[in-house]
T-cell receptor, first 113, second 115 residues
Framework: KQEVTQIPAALSVPEGENLVLNCSFT??????LQWFRQDPGKGLTSLLL?????REQTSGRLNASLDKSSGRSTLYIAASQPGDSATYLC????????????FGKGTKLTVNP | GAGVSQSPRYKVAKRGQDVALRCDPI?????LFWYQQALGQGPEFLTY????????KSGLPSDRFFAERPEGSVSTLKIQRTQQEDSAVYLC?????????????FGPGTRLTVL
């Protein structure tokens, strides 16, 4: 059974700092890994999708890496801004079964002005 | 539409009532998912449709939960005889083709509160 863990559960940083969020998963047989952002009381916004054959994806100040063999992904946020404050969720789609996503519990990020 | 829409956005039910939650996926998307998100937790899978076929319902917590997508577009999640532990946000997502190869796009969710 696929399990996804995110560390840390919460993170508070001053504005302008670069930061890394971590995600690990137990079954390396994945189709892809997605990083999402969730604002309070809102749905999920997809940030980056990394296919299992890829090593990283970049979008603006965000960079996500994937090491499938070790079951790890990181989300790097450069020059953080107060508007980046949200909960960040990592999810994987595992081969050999339904196409469902298995989520971690998220990292709650607060960027202080 | 431009994105996945869900209705109602908020639902308050008395214990024992039946509720129906609606999802309108992105037009043309083949795959549709329902997830349940408890407070402070990540979403958990409930069920999956490919067009009108329900291919996986292994995440439905009990036989009080039922989902359908009769014409392969709009989907309804029905919960019978609601209980307090059903209180959660119910999220719908759609994907263009085989979801394992494609991004899933999420709706805003329906927040269900059972009193």
């Amino acid at each position: 059974k696929q399990e996804v863990t995110q560390i840390p559960a919460a993170l508070s940083v001053p504005e302008g700092e670069n930061l890394v969020l971590n995600c690990s998963f137990t079954d390396s047989a994945i189709y892809n890994l997605q990083w999402f952002r969730q604002d309070p009381g809102k749905g999920l916004t997809s940030l980056l999708l990394i296919q299992s054959s890829q090593r990283e994806q970049t979008s603006g100040r965000l960079n996500a890496s994937l090491d499938k063999s070790s079951g790890r992904s990181t989300l790097y946020i450069a020059a953080s801004q107060p508007g980046d404050s949200a909960t960040y969720l990592c999810a994987v789609s595992t081969q050999g079964g339904s196409e469902k996503l298995v989520f971690g519990k998220g990292t709650k990020l607060t960027v202080n002005p | 539409g431009a994105g996945v829409s869900q209705s109602p956005r908020y639902k308050v039910a008395k214990r024992g009532q039946d509720v129906a939650l609606r999802c309108d996926p992105i037009s043309g998307h083949v795959s549709l998912f329902w997830y349940q998100q408890a407070l402070g937790q990540g979403p958990e899978f409930l069920t999956y449709f490919q067009n009108e076929a329900q291919l996986d319902k292994s995440g439905l917590p009990s036989d009080r939960f039922f989902a359908e997508r009769p014409e392969g577009s709009v989907s309804t999640l029905k919960i019978q005889r609601t209980q307090q532990e059903d209180s959660a946000v119910y999220l719908c997502a759609s994907s263009l083709t085989l979801a394992g190869e494609n991004e899933q796009f999420f709706g805003p969710g329906t927040r269900l509160t059972v009193l």
